[in-house]
């Protein structure tokens, strides 16, 4: 028997449900405009950001690099310079500055005439350079060697990027992120599991590094091995060695955190 009553609410309920999703999807949409704002105005001023990330595939690094959450810091990378405007380059490194290969490599600048209709345009421009990476990202690792991690020499790339695109350091501003495990075995070697942080920060004072004044570099995932994990003390050793070789560049501001989450 055809029943009036509970046809009608199935059809009421259909335009109750697309109220619904329309109106999470305008929530969502507002709270990502508001949080586009706040990143556009911490934009450099008078410059642009020359990004750069670098991920690490050596060893068993490779297998993970494009686990959940470890792409995450480059993603934030990609929103920042598509905001801001500006270049960004991409590269999967192993076990030295030779041993580097290009994932990304261009200028993001958002359309628009307003504010507003160029951050609306970021999500989905975001969103395309990420596609971009993780494609690119195997083929990319699967040219370098396994053994071997240079992680130092990526601050070596960063100051060469940065030369390139501004030899004079008056347009660009470095941001950069660094993700690898920290476990540095090329040149000075953190492979022992008993360092310590101050054997680590003694090692840290006798490397050489490049000047990158003002630029913004963060390491992450340090300590985020494969099984095993790492002891913390070890973990907290290798934080203290890249904390002081970072340090020593001159960068505006320098971080070394496990996650994504910033601890």
């Given at each position: 028997?055809?029943?009036?009553?509970?046809?009608?609410?199935?059809?009421?309920?259909?335009?109750?449900?697309?109220?619904?999703a329309?109106?999470?999807?305008?929530?969502?949409?507002?709270?990502?405009?508001?949080?586009?704002?706040?990143?556009?105005?911490?934009?450099?001023?008078?410059?642009?950001l020359?990004?750069?990330?670098?991920?690490?595939?050596?060893?068993h690094?490779?297998?993970?690099?494009?686990?959940?959450?470890?792409l995450?810091?480059?993603?934030r990378?990609?929103?920042r310079?598509?905001?801001?405007?500006?270049?960004l380059?991409?590269d999967?490194?192993?076990?030295?500055?030779?041993?580097?290969a290009?994932?990304?490599?261009?200028?993001?600048?958002?359309?628009?005439a307003t504010?507003n209709?160029?951050?609306?345009r970021?999500?989905?421009?975001?969103?395309?350079?990420?596609?971009?990476?993780?494609?690119?990202?195997?083929?990319?690792?699967?040219?370098?060697?396994?053994?071997?991690?240079?992680?130092l020499?990526?601050?070596?790339?960063?100051?060469?990027?940065?030369?390139?695109?501004?030899?004079?350091?008056?347009r660009y501003?470095?941001?950069?992120?660094?993700?690898?495990?920290g476990?540095q075995?090329?040149g000075?070697?953190?492979?022992?599991?008993?360092?310590?942080?101050?054997?680590?920060?003694?090692l840290?004072?006798?490397?050489?590094?490049?000047?990158l004044p003002?630029?913004?570099?963060?390491f992450?995932?340090i300590?985020?091995?494969?099984?095993?994990?790492?002891?913390?003390?070890?973990?907290?050793?290798?934080?203290?060695?890249?904390?002081?070789?970072?340090?020593?560049?001159?960068?505006?501001?320098?971080?070394?955190?496990t996650?994504?989450?910033?601890?």
């Open positions: 028997m055809f029943d009036r009553a509970r046809t009608a609410a199935a059809l009421l309920a259909v335009p109750i449900a697309m109220t619904l329309s109106g999470c999807a305008q929530t969502a949409g507002l709270v990502n405009l508001a949080d586009a704002k706040q990143i556009a105005a911490s934009c450099p001023e008078g410059h642009q020359a990004g750069r990330a670098a991920i690490d595939v050596s060893t690094m490779r297998a993970i690099a494009a686990d959940a959450g470890r995450d810091p480059v993603r990378l990609v929103r310079v598509v905001i801001c405007g500006g270049s380059r991409v999967a490194f192993s076990g030295s500055s030779a041993a580097t290009n994932v990304y490599d261009g200028d993001l600048h958002l359309p628009g504010e209709a160029r951050l609306r970021e999500p989905a421009e975001t969103d395309e350079v990420m596609a971009q990476i993780r494609k690119n990202l195997p083929d990319a690792a699967a040219k370098l060697p396994l053994t071997g991690s240079d992680v020499a990526q601050l070596g790339m960063d100051a060469e990027y940065t030369e390139g695109l501004d030899p004079d350091g008056s501003v470095l941001d950069s992120v660094i993700v690898t495990d476990v075995s090329a000075v070697s953190l492979i022992d599991p008993t360092l310590t942080v101050e054997r680590a920060i003694a840290a004072k006798q490397v050489h590094v490049p000047k003002g630029a913004s570099v963060q992450t995932s300590g985020k091995t494969a099984d095993p994990a790492p002891p913390t003390a070890y973990v907290d050793a290798v934080k203290a060695f890249f904390t002081r070789a970072c340090a020593n560049t001159g960068a505006a501001r320098c971080s070394v955190v996650d994504a989450a910033g601890r």
